[in-house]
């Protein structure tokens, strides 16, 4: 399920790091603790979890300014907006996740993302797509995959020209799928294509990759790689919904992996 927040302020402008997917997380855990504050530290410190792996299932989109307006970017590290009103999507295919963050939001109506608040005027429910065995998305955020060989190990990020991307997305969907079902999905590996739109990466010469800072300026501050670009994905319909329900790759509940369908 997905949801949109319409915000509003009433200032000239606002500010916000461009860096600013850890705060729209906090935000998030923020509102569902309004709801239920059992709930938002059990998501945060256990998410779902399969065998030794947690999962938060849910992503969220980039904070949005209406009217197609873009943010303004400045050399210090943020971008502004005089536009009044912004947006905001998340996805989840849990139920509760939803649910307390409505409630969340009765209880409290007014977000922060940084030093701005905003007034949640508006939650508008979203209905999705049809899904089939073979679509084409658009990434609103970062699409990230890496793999450790030990755990202490730094992540090697992977993008879709590496050898281990697609096992590593495709594990990561599969996982995702077995704790939503509580039952592995069957199929064959081999017929799982992922590419790329290629007029897309002619047009921007290649320059698809993607270095986002978490937490920047704190001593736990961490860069993590993606991809962003439109792409073509076939494998189980039951799959690509997941990825359009929980994010496709990792670290979908730090923003990352949301996409829309291109059409």
Sequence with gaps: MRITLELSHRKPSVTVPINNSYLISSLIYNVIDHSSSEYAERL????????????????????????????????????????????????????????????????EP???????????????KLYPPA???????????????????????????????????????????????ELLHGKPVSFNEEEVTFELDQVYVT???GKVQKLITLKEGRSDESKIKGTLAPFRIAAPRELIEVGYDCGFGEKNAQGFGMVKVSF
């Excluded at 938060?56 to 050399?75: A, D, I, Q």
């Excluded at 007014?110 to 508008?124: C, I, N």
């Design 44 to 107: 945060h410190e256990q998410g779902y979890r399969l065998e030794n792996r947690a999962f938060k299932l849910f992503t969220f989109s980039p904070l949005n300014p209406g009217n197609r307006r873009k943010w303004v970017m400045h050399e210090n590290g943020t971008m502004s907006t005089g536009e009044r009103q912004l947006y905001l999507t998340l996805s989840s295919p849990k139920e509760e996740f939803i649910e307390h963050l409505v409630l969340g939001l009765l209880h």
């Design 110 to 124: 007014f977000v922060s993302v940084g030093r701005e608040r905003f007034r949640v005027e508006t939650v508008r």
């Design 131 to 177: 899904f089939s065995g073979d679509m084409r998305f658009v990434m609103l955020s970062p699409l990230v995959c890496a793999t450790k060989i030990t755990p202490d190990q730094h992540p090697q990020y992977l993008f879709p020209d590496d050898h281990d991307f697609k096992r590593v997305l495709v594990t990561n969907l599969c996982r995702k799928y």
């Design 203 to 205: 047009r921007v010469n």
